[in-house]
Each structure stands twice: as structure tokens, then as C-alpha cells.
């Protein structure tokens, strides 16, 4: 009897808490959440359809927006760059169906994975992805795969939960933009806000203990293709990394470099040459202080000027 009763009561309470679920993933935006560095994806949108050609397109998580002077690209390649990296925790998959769309006849496309989206099913997105497809493109619900719905679901309480919190709806917005906001992105998608920051401690990267998924890979192969099929072309290279984190993952990292060379993607640059000294990162191991996303940026320059000098690609 007891178990009976315990199941009914279970039952009951179940009720209420799925219905109070269904119904925060239906509420807008909150005014707080409006903020986050995550809808910075509307303002990069609007990029994507609308900056003219010649254009130079950048996938990737945050060791771009945190890792990128797209002025520099700019002024030293004439193309017109579009930074559409935010957060590595939407998930590489995403981040590459989410541009095939809007990839013109003449793009050039450079992915920079963090190399963590190689390994496990860290490709597929967590609560990031959840946010971005219920709270800012619901459009792009459709395309999520099986994968990528595994990895959101148990995030839904939570995210259902937060809309219906009083202080996601009474807040002032600070003055002061902080490093995490979507008004910290410039006019390509880069963040430069914390250029005159001190750098912060933080944890390195321990070493990489998942599997490595070569799914992920086949799905840069269709990628690749679909964009080369729209008159595009694709390269790959690699993120501003801390140098102490990049010695505890060598191994996972030279069979990234290896997978994608089998795989016949064009690379630009190497792991080692983007590995960067512990004095220029920011406040993870992928994001970069100004000196060392100069750095880096003047290391793509070079990278992709001579890759579009070795290939028959015109932009013409």
C-alpha cells in the first residue's frame, strides 16, 4: 500500500512540474537573459546575410570571438570578415549547419574548432544550444539531429524553470558592459572589450579522456562539400590555445591534425604554430589578451594568404 501511495503522490506532483516545463519553454526571452553573449547570434545573422562579397566567414566557438582581430583580416586581405563564433558549448555541428545556408558563391570559410569538440559528443551542444534554438532561432529547431536533442533535453527544467524567476524580469542592466554580453561584440563579432583588462587566473585544460568522433569529422566532409558545391571555399585551422594545456593534450591534438589531413581539408598553419605562451591568454586556455590576438591573427593572415595563392580559388 505504501508503494501505491507514494507512486500516486509521485504521479500527482509530476503533473504540475511537467506542465510548469511546457510552459516556461513557451515564454520569450527574459529581459535578463536578453543580454547574454549568446544573442549576440542576431546581431551575427544579420552579417551573414547581408555583408557583401568578397567575404571571409570564421566558424568556431569562443577562441574566436575571444581570439580574433577581424579589422586586421580586413585591412590586410580585403575581404570582409564575419566572426560567428560565441560559445563552443553550441556545438560544433550546429555552428556548421547553421551558416550553410547563408554561404554565397566566393566565400571563404575557415573552421576553428576547440579541440575538444573532436572528442566525446562535446560537438552536439549543451545548454547553450538549448538556449539558441528556443530563445533566439526557433527556426533551427528542425534541424537538430538526434545527437544534439540527447544533449539539450536534460537542460529543459532548468531553462524552463529560469523564466519564471522575478529577478530574470526586474534588473538594471549595468553601465559598465562586461566581457560576457552581447554588447561587448564589435561590428564583426569579435571581443575586444577586455583588450585592456588584466588577465585572470583559471584552470588549465586536463588531458582530453573521451573517445574521439570521427561522426564529427564526416560531418566537416558534408559540410565542406555543400559549401564547395555553393561556389566556396573551406579550410580549416587551428584555435590560440594555452601552451601548458596543449602539452597535456599532444596526443588528442596530432590525431586531430591527422584525422583532418586523411579527411584531405586543407589546413592553415599547424597545431604547435597557433600554440600560445601562458602570458597572452585572458581567463580560459582559448581566450587571448589584445597582444595575443594580434598574434595570432597576424599568423592567419599569413596562413591564408598563401593558401588562396597555392589554390586556383579566385574571388573575382
Same mark, same amino acid.
Given at each position: ?20 516545463? #511546457? ?45 580574433? /582581430? ?7 586581405? /580585403? ?12 556545438? #560544433? ?23 575538444? =569538440? ?31 536533442? =540527447? $544533449? ?11 523564466? #519564471? ?9 549595468? $553601465? ?9 561584440? *564589435? ?26 568522433? *570521427? ?13 564547395? *558545391? ?19 593534450? $599532444? ?46 591573427? =597576424?599568423?592567419?593572415?599569413?596562413? #591564408? ?6 589554390? /586556383?580559388?579566385?574571388?573575382?
Amino acid at each position: 500500500m505504501l508503494k501505491f501511495f507514494v507512486l500516486k503522490v509521485s504521479v500527482f506532483l509530476s503533473i504540475p512540474l511537467t506542465l510548469m516545463i #511546457l510552459v516556461g519553454v513557451t515564454f520569450p526571452p527574459t529581459p535578463r537573459s536578453s543580454t547574454s553573449l549568446l544573442f549576440a547570434k542576431v546581431d551575427k545573422d544579420v552579417l551573414l546575410k547581408e555583408s557583401p562579397s568578397p567575404r571571409l566567414i570564421m566558424i568556431g566557438g569562443s577562441n574566436l570571438s575571444f581570439g580574433i /582581430n577581424s579589422q586586421m583580416l580586413k585591412d590586410s586581405l /580585403n575581404l570582409n570578415p564575419i566572426n560567428t563564433g560565441i560559445h563552443a558549448s553550441i556545438g #560544433l555541428q550546429y555552428m556548421m549547419d547553421d551558416v550553410l545556408d547563408n554561404i554565397q558563391p566566393k566565400d571563404i570559410i575557415i573552421i576553428a574548432p576547440e579541440y575538444q =569538440q573532436f572528442y566525446g559528443d562535446a560537438a552536439y551542444g549543451r545548454n547553450e544550444l538549448l538556449r539558441i534554438v528556443f530563445d533566439i532561432d526557433r527556426e533551427s529547431i528542425t534541424t537538430l539531429n538526434l545527437q544534439q536533442w =540527447q $544533449k539539450i533535453i536534460p537542460y529543459f527544467s532548468r531553462f524552463s524553470i529560469s523564466k #519564471l524567476k522575478p529577478s530574470e524580469y526586474f534588473f538594471q542592466q549595468s $553601465k559598465k558592459i562586461g566581457v560576457y554580453e552581447r554588447r561587448a561584440f *564589435n561590428q564583426y563579432g569579435d571581443v575586444d572589450i577586455h583588450w585592456n583588462h588584466k588577465p585572470k587566473k583559471f584552470p588549465t585544460h586536463r588531458k582530453i579522456s573521451d573517445e574521439f568522433n *570521427n561522426q564529427i569529422v564526416k560531418e566537416m566532409v558534408y559540410f565542406r562539400n555543400k559549401a564547395t *558545391n555553393k561556389g566556396a571555399i573551406v579550410y580549416v585551422t587551428f584555435p590560440g590555445y594555452q601552451d601548458t594545456s596543449f602539452e597535456n593534450n $599532444k596526443e588528442e591534438i596530432t590525431k586531430i591534425e591527422k584525422e583532418l589531413i586523411k579527411n584531405n581539408f586543407i589546413l592553415l598553419g599547424s597545431p604547435e604554430r597557433y600554440k600560445m605562451p601562458n602570458s597572452m591568454m585572458y581567463d580560459t586556455p582559448y581566450h587571448l589578451t589584445k597582444e595575443g590576438t594580434t598574434l595570432r591573427t =597576424q599568423k592567419l593572415i599569413e596562413d #591564408l594568404r598563401n593558401a588562396l595563392t597555392q589554390s /586556383n580559388f579566385s574571388l573575382k
